[in-house]
């Protein structure tokens, strides 16, 4: 009472306003309409999957860089030399200079050295294993899919896409119906794509550069590499009470690409920046190092008629073939000005091969007529800036490419001579892998990222975005894609924060 007495009239009325607000706030029950809408506007998180390291397998510990002024030393005032030149494609002169430039030595690895899980990787390689033992027997590893079948049915569909898109593509109504006229024209219904949590997981840390499914219908596999050298297993069908995911340190670099082949899953090769090219043998339980480039290897492919060897994007625009038989690189091509980025072969016709480069061209090239005297591309694809992908389409009639232009390029045409243009924003910056766009599992659809965090879809027929996968559990930008080759449907999305997102056809 005593303080209340030596309060002024004007703190006495806002006291009492201040009371009668509240009161008023609590009859309109504002305070939990408010916590609602907080609540509404917040990012949903989702408890998703995420690999799982040994820390007590780090063999060197992590040293915290301090600079000279905060040691207390006097600055270095000796600089580069006159005579210091290191080209960003050349490493052999490094690796002279500094033999310890690497982080791990040229040699191979075991995978039990390489393995950074905190569980035992004895599950993946029998599952693995188990798919190769099929294949010697003579039992299908495809469980009773019938291939042959279903190729069949995509040349079909693919062929009517073509005749569709040499005919009809400027009589389609102007509304978007996410398919075909028909309605039975392509092998996937886009409004069939869903994004459920548990086919969501962060495998890796850091930005994922590569992503591949293991060729198997019976199982979804997915390896990827990452910026930090690391390879790592996604079994997306693993038991609750697993994860999937395992993580293993196999290159001194960022991995540059992946393959796997169908007839031999035991054998995988990774290459990276740093030019190695491993061979992960399940039946060794190795990672083996099967080759060392002298300059940076950028991209790698496998022809799908030769399992003995590998095509590499070596340094400013080389080319190389790999002979697995051999250990060797017989053949060399310089095809650009700049570095290859991706490669690709026709699946009718394993001799054309597609590449592209950040020369600002994608060319087609006839293997059977190039030698190291005679270079010469039956097409040449021209963009404004950098060109980051060229593949072919399912039925090898068409060729998307993507650059730093803005752009996203359709070649078509009996000879590959008709090329249209969709704007697409592919200005990633300098924190996101570039978006590599892929086609489906016929030539309806491409699929590429969007700096909105979602999937744009790009339809054949109508040469331009019809719709975009979109999902409140996304939380990254979707940058590098792989298509199950055995899962219509099956559409897995990695990210630069090492998430993947993986989109199934109810």
């Given at each position: 009472m005593a303080s209340n007495n030596k309060m002024t009239e004007y703190e006495r009325k806002r006291l009492e306003n201040i009371r009668r607000n509240d009161e008023m706030m609590a009859a309109l029950k504002l305070h939990s309409r408010v916590a609602e809408l907080s609540a509404a506007t917040k990012r949903q998180k989702v408890g998703t999957k995420t690999y799982k390291t040994n820390t007590e397998k780090a063999e060197t510990p992590v040293v915290t860089r301090r600079s000279l002024r905060t040691r207390g030393l006097p600055p270095d005032l000796k600089g580069l030399g006159d005579d210091y030149s290191v080209h960003t494609d050349t490493i052999s002169e490094l690796r002279k200079s500094d033999p310890n430039a690497s982080m791990m030595d040229a040699k191979p690895i075991t995978m039990d050295t390489a393995y950074r899980g905190s569980g035992s990787d004895r599950a993946f390689r029998d599952i693995i294993m188990s798919f190769c033992k099929k294949a010697e027997i003579g039992s299908s590893p495809m469980g009773g899919f019938d291939r042959s079948e279903q190729s069949q049915k995509v040349e079909n569909l693919c062929d009517s896409a073509v005749d569709l898109d040499r005919t009809k593509s400027g009589n389609l109504p102007s509304n978007v119906n996410i398919k075909y006229e028909g309605g039975d024209q392509t092998l996937l219904d886009i409004n069939t794509l869903s994004l459920e949590v548990n086919n969501i997981a962060r495998v890796v840390s850091g930005r994922i550069m590569a992503i591949k499914f293991f060729p198997t219908p019976n199982m979804r596999m997915i390896a990827v590499g990452n910026k930090f050298g690391n390879v790592a297993f996604w079994n997306m069908e693993a038991p609750e009470v697993e994860d999937g995911i395992l993580l293993y340190q196999t290159h001194p670099g960022p991995v540059s690409g992946i393959s796997i082949s169908e007839f031999n899953m035991s054998k995988m090769f990774t290459c990276c920046y740093e030019g190695f090219l491993r061979r992960m043998d399940i039946e060794k339980e190795v990672f083996d190092l099967v080759y060392?480039?002298?300059?940076?290897?950028?991209?790698?492919?496998?022809?799908?008629?030769?399992?003995?060897?590998?095509?590499?994007?070596?340094?400013?625009?080389?080319?190389?073939?790999?002979?697995?038989?051999?250990?060797?690189?017989?053949?060399?091509?310089?095809?650009?000005?700049?570095?290859?980025?991706?490669?690709?072969?026709?699946?009718?016709?394993?001799?054309?091969?597609?590449?592209?480069?950040?020369?600002?061209?994608?060319?087609?090239?006839?293997?059977?007529?190039?030698?190291?005297?005679?270079?010469?591309?039956?097409?040449?694809?021209?963009?404004?800036?950098?060109?980051?992908?060229?593949?072919?389409?399912?039925?090898?009639?068409?060729?998307?490419?993507?650059?730093?232009?803005?752009?996203?390029?359709?070649?078509?045409?009996?000879?590959?001579?008709?090329?249209?243009?969709?704007?697409?924003?592919?200005h990633t910056g300098r924190w996101i892998s570039t978006f590599r766009p892929i086609w489906g599992w016929d030539d309806s659809y491409i699929f590429t990222g969007n700096m909105n965090r979602a999937v744009d879809v790009i339809s054949l027929s109508r040469k331009s975005i019809i719709c975009s996968l979109k999902s409140p559990y996304i939380s990254a930008i979707p940058c590098r894609f792989a298509a199950h080759p055995f899962e219509v449907g099956t559409l897995a999305a990695a990210t630069s924060g090492g998430q993947v997102y993986t989109w199934t056809a109810n």
């Open positions: 060392v480039a002298d300059q940076c290897i950028y991209s790698l492919c496998q022809q799908p008629n030769n399992s003995s060897g590998l095509y590499l994007g070596e340094g400013r625009g080389g080319l190389k073939f790999w002979d697995e038989r051999t250990g060797k690189t017989p053949d060399s091509w310089d095809l650009h000005e700049s570095r290859i980025n991706t490669i690709d072969f026709n699946p009718r016709n394993p001799s054309i091969m597609a590449t592209s480069s950040s020369d600002g061209t994608s060319c087609i090239w006839d293997l059977r007529n190039i030698s190291s005297s005679r270079v010469k591309s039956i097409r040449v694809v021209n963009h404004k800036k950098a060109v980051h992908a060229a593949y072919f389409s399912p039925s090898g009639s068409f060729l998307a490419t993507s650059s730093f232009d803005d752009t996203v390029g359709i070649v078509s045409g009996t000879e590959f001579n008709e090329t249209s243009f969709v704007r697409h924003n592919n």
